[in-house]
């Protein structure tokens, strides 16, 4: 069976990079040692659109020049690209990719977008409503899908609320688009889980505790690919400028700024 969509989650280290992606109509996940070996998958297995969870291009110092057309405030965000920019002025908290001495997670994911680009995949940097093309490439950055997917913040992906409520939200897209989850972490019950430790603080200090596993590199990769399918159903939109770069996220930005539920 065909894989339409992958999204990869870019690491600086020897770390292994989390991949997932769509077969059929089935979620699946797998590990990458290095940008080599996702390579050679990509080439084998041709899916048609790859999601990075890397910037995709370079700060070129954007920002004071677009203060005005974007609305951004005077004597901030000197050092992000205008992407981050405007998902931060909707409190998605993230990362910027400044301009000078760039961390090494941010070129490897350069350079993984130049050897897609070498494999005939096209760099979409136009911001906007997302269309579908053949072999597409576009970053993605799973808090922003998260974010926007819900319509408020989740809290902290450190926590077991936090990884509960991304869960909860992949588990009903994948519910919405009929993707498969056999087998994958979504295809247990953490809730069920939890509920049936049935601690007490006898119980803990006695036995310990184990609470539902839940790895959030696994669940950032698939908050991508959740955004890449969004995309071939055409809801997916593009935030930033296309000189510096744009982050798809898995729907049009809401007007006012998200709020948490839970501070």
């Not at 247990?188 to 790895?215: F, K, M, R, Y």
């Amino acid at each position: 069976m065909s894989i339409s969509a992958a999204c990869i989650d870019i690491t600086g280290s020897s770390r292994a990079m989390d991949v997932a992606y769509l077969e059929g109509d089935a979620l699946h996940l797998r590990t990458e040692s290095n940008l080599k070996s996702f390579l050679d998958w990509v080439t084998e297995q041709k899916p048609n659109i790859v999601a990075v969870d890397a910037p995709s291009k370079e700060n070129i110092g954007l920002v004071p020049q677009r203060r005005a057309e974007y609305g951004i405030p005077e004597d901030r965000y000197d050092n992000f690209r205008i992407a981050e920019v405007l998902l931060k002025l909707k409190n998605i908290g993230l990362y910027n990719t400044p301009q000078e001495n760039p961390p090494e997670w941010m070129k490897r994911g350069w350079d993984l977008y130049s050897l897609l680009q070498e494999k005939q995949y096209n760099l979409l940097d136009t911001p906007g409503k997302v269309i579908p093309t053949e072999r597409m490439v576009f970053e993605v950055h799973p808090h922003a899908s998260f974010v926007v997917g819900l319509g408020w913040i989740p809290q902290s992906k450190q926590t077991l609320a936090g990884l509960l409520e991304r869960a909860a939200y992949l588990r009903k897209e994948c519910l919405e688009l009929s993707i498969a989850t056999d087998g994958t972490l979504l295809d247990v019950d953490q809730l069920n889980e939890l509920q049936s430790v049935a601690p007490t603080w006898d119980s803990i200090v006695s036995d310990g505790i184990v609470l539902p596993s839940l790895s959030h590199d696994q669940l950032d990769a698939i908050a991508g690919l959740i955004t890449a399918l969004r995309v071939i159903h055409r809801d997916a939109d593009a935030v930033g400028h296309q000189d510096d770069g744009v982050i798809v996220v898995p729907e049009p930005l809401a007007d006012s700024p998200y709020q948490w539920k839970h501070k």
